[in-house]
């Protein structure tokens, strides 16, 4: 069975022995060199950004800015347009459908989430601007090696892929979009409170060939009603925004470090991509409240004490909820084997690794056949004995 490996991409270029090209049209959004106009890319972990073409290290002025939480009412009731919009460039993948932004420069390329051939059809994309991103601290060396061990020591995988994750293996750096939600809640209940006890029950048994009867100690609850209200506020209930990777792949990237946000400006994006968010902002606050709910279920079960609990009603209100977008970062790496693409990623901050894997039918069956070998063997030399 053939490895077919999708291209991961490389983060940038290596510098170019030419000339630095003169800054384009766009050179302003794209941030150029202080010392010689090239193209600059953010370097992970640093309060700064490299210049491709000549190494020059271009620090980021700290912006006199805060992260600004919207209203969310307001923007479901008034319209989107309450919240900050922007205008970016974006290409979307036809097998997959991710939309991400793409150099301008680049007209060809692999999308970073599924590794298809995409050919750069860039339209732009009006969406509500990020409020915040979350800087790469993980650099892609240190990325790949990472997932080079992860693969490396993933049971049964193919012996190919092993050799990949040693030599071929590449990451594309992506900023995920997110939703953020905050709300303070307040929650009416109605259910019931159980209390163990014991009770005595006479059983007939059987002892030494003889029908007795005894008397045992039952476990039973007696259950009374009971109302309360409870408040909790939430403060940062991530939803991923985003359909193009599985939701058990970035659930379990999590924690992130939120406190290590920053108000959102193009220096931080600089050299990566941003994928523009699929998940509307309605249907992101209904996930977010399921989350709610599930943490209020559980303040609930303790106002209602006792041994044992049943929740009949709850009512929650939401007073002044509010979102942002934030956008956090990933390596992405696809891979195509035996006709079907597998994804992985590396959360860019602490390094965890997560993915898709294929498994090798022959190292499976080789172990199966071993096992019974084994299995064979020993009831071969101790069958009697344990006879």
Same mark, same amino acid.
């Given at each position: ?10 983060r ?31 370097q ?18 700290p ?6 939480e ?24 036809r097998?997959c ?5 793409f ?25 509500? %601007? ?10 892609h ?20 892929? %092993? ?9 594309s ?18 259910g ?13 048994a ?50 992130w470090?939120?406190?290590?946000? %920053? ?6 994006v ?6 523009a ?17 599930a ?5 609930v079960?303790a ?24 956008l ?9 084997y035996?006709g ?8 860019g901050?602490t ?23 084994l ?13």
């Amino acid at each position: 069975m053939a490895l077919r490996v999708g291209p991961w991409g490389a983060r940038r270029p290596e510098p170019s022995p030419e000339p630095a090209p003169e800054p384009g049209p766009d050179a302003p959004d794209r941030l150029v060199c202080e010392q010689c106009g090239a193209v600059l890319s953010y370097q992970p972990g640093t309060a700064q950004l490299v210049c491709e073409y000549c190494g020059h290290a271009n620090r980021i002025a700290p912006r006199p800015v805060e992260i600004v939480e919207n209203d969310l009412r307001a923007a479901l009731e008034r319209g989107l347009a309450q919240a900050p919009q922007e205008e970016t460039r974006t290409v979307k993948c036809r097998s997959c459908a991710a939309e991400f932004s793409f150099d301008p420069d680049r007209h060809a390329g692999a999308c970073p989430f599924c590794g298809q051939s995409i050919v750069a059809d860039t339209g732009t994309h009006r969406q509500i %601007k990020p409020a915040a991103v979350l800087p790469f601290v993980v650099e892609h060396k240190d990325a790949r090696e990472r997932v080079g061990r992860w693969l490396g020591g993933l049971w049964f995988a193919p012996s190919k892929l %092993k050799r990949f994750a040693r030599t071929e293996g590449r990451l594309s750096g992506m900023y995920l979009p997110y939703w953020t939600y905050d709300s303070r809640t307040r929650t009416a209940y109605s259910g019931q409170r159980g209390t163990v006890y014991h009770e005595p029950v006479r059983v007939r048994a059987i002892v030494d060939g003889k029908s007795v009867v005894q008397t045992r100690m039952v476990q039973k609850v007696r259950w009374r009603p009971v109302r309360g209200r409870v408040a909790r506020d939430f403060d940062d209930v991530l939803v991923l925004a985003s359909h193009s990777l599985p939701t058990w792949i970035t659930d379990r990237l999590e924690p992130w470090d939120l406190q290590g946000l %920053k108000p959102y400006g193009p220096e931080y994006v600089a050299g990566f991509q941003s994928e523009a968010y699929q998940v509307p902002l309605d249907e992101g606050f209904k996930v977010a409240d399921d989350k709610m709910h599930a943490v209020i279920a559980g303040d609930v079960r303790a106002d209602i004490g006792g041994d044992a609990q049943r929740i009949e009603r709850m009512e929650v209100e939401h007073d002044g909820p509010s979102f942002k977008h934030v956008l956090l970062p990933v390596w992405l790496g696809a891979f195509r084997y035996g006709g079907k693409v597998y994804r992985l990623c590396v959360n860019g901050r602490t390094g965890v690794v997560q993915g898709e894997r294929p498994y090798s039918v022959w190292k499976i069956g080789f172990a199966v056949i071993l096992v019974a070998i084994l299995l064979g063997l020993f009831l071969y030399l101790y069958g009697g004995q344990l006879g």
